[in-house]
């Protein structure tokens, strides 16, 4: 596992693929249950993870994930369910590792040392358009609480901006959302280039996050396919990370 952050009470994470064979889409380590990988090694994998936290496969929490911006919470009484159709979760419970799978898709986690609450989101550039970091932000606000000032926010390892490569139906896209293109776009060759990092940090300064406590692993899923999975590189039926985060 990739550690991003610690602090004295969460602790911060994505999987690494792990060094293999970059060909095989599925060669390594995956914990997301909705690919074609092989189901027993899925159970494997999750089994070795939960291990490694020190937690039951009850409260390794991972939802089936859609590009849109559905937030849900995770509660004790919810512990098991999959969560169809969700790309972001919030919950308070300890000991409850909750997390986004990811394949170049920019995952989000945030932590609120105040109300002790956390949060895992899943944005792709459909999702960032959509201001899923901020709209998670929101869900944090209403059921716990949450200041934005407060907040610290990782964002893990995806495609950066060098590898990000789009047409102008995404920049547009972006555009028409009020994003500001000066400081999340550039041409490179004739083509358009979206750093997603910046966007998703920029969007959730917007609410009041201090900028200082946004980290960005920086680390491009693209450039190295061969410790993370890429989807671009491997195909979009390939193995996912995981980034998680747990209350300990």
């Not at 964002?155 to 102008?168: H, K, L, M, T």
Request: proline share 3%; charged share 25%; with cysteine.
């Amino acid at each position: 596992m990739l550690h991003l952050q610690k602090e004295h009470d969460i602790i911060a994470f994505s999987t690494e693929r792990g060094f293999v064979d970059m060909d095989e889409p599925y060669q390594g380590f995956n914990i997301t249950w909705y690919t074609d990988d092989d189901a027993q090694h899925v159970a494997d994998c999750r089994r070795d993870m939960c291990q490694m936290l020190e937690i039951d496969d009850q409260h390794l929490v991972l939802p089936r994930q859609v590009h849109d911006t559905k937030v849900a919470e995770v509660t004790a009484q919810n512990l098991g369910d999959r969560f169809e159709g969700v790309d972001a979760l919030i919950t308070t419970l300890p000991r409850t590792c909750i997390g986004v799978s990811t394949a170049d898709c920019v995952p989000i986690l945030l932590y609120d040392a105040r109300t002790r609450a956390i949060a895992a989101a899943h944005a792709g550039w459909r999702g960032t358009v959509a201001r899923i970091g901020r709209k998670t932000i929101e869900a944090m606000q209403q059921r716990y609480g949450t200041k934005p000032e407060d907040l610290k926010i990782v964002i893990g390892p995806s495609i950066g901006p060098d590898a990000f490569e789009v047409g102008d139906e995404v920049y547009d896209a972006f555009a028409q959302a009020d994003f500001d293109m000066n400081r999340i776009a550039f041409k490179r060759n004739g083509k358009w280039h979206i750093d997603l990092w910046q966007a998703n940090a920029l969007d959730m300064q917007l609410t009041g996050v201090d900028e200082k406590h946004i980290e960005t692993a920086a680390v491009c899923t693209y450039e190295h396919y061969d410790q993370f999975f890429s989807a671009r590189r491997l195909g979009i039926k390939s193995g996912r990370i995981y980034t998680g985060i747990m209350i300990k």
